[in-house]
């Protein structure tokens, strides 16, 4: 493997670990301190979720293409 792709390997492996540490990190606060603070209807908390999941959706499927990045080397 050269020095170009080991770099860009490890580079996406950052950034699917910020991914997923932002996005936990978010919906919790937005969770369970924000939400409550404000008052804000179930329906806020579900929207939060999805949120979530979306982001948690987004690191899978890097995590996916880095795991095919992995492959091809």
Known sequence: MD????????????????????????WLIL??????????????ALLFDFAALAGLIYAVVNIFQLWRMRQGQ
Do not use: M
């Open 3 to 26: 020095k170009d792709t080991e770099q860009a390997i490890a580079a996406k492996g950052r950034h699917i670990a910020i991914v997923i540490a932002a996005t936990i990190c978010l």
């Open 31 to 44: 969770s369970l301190f924000v939400g409550p603070a404000l008052g804000l209807p179930g329906n806020y």
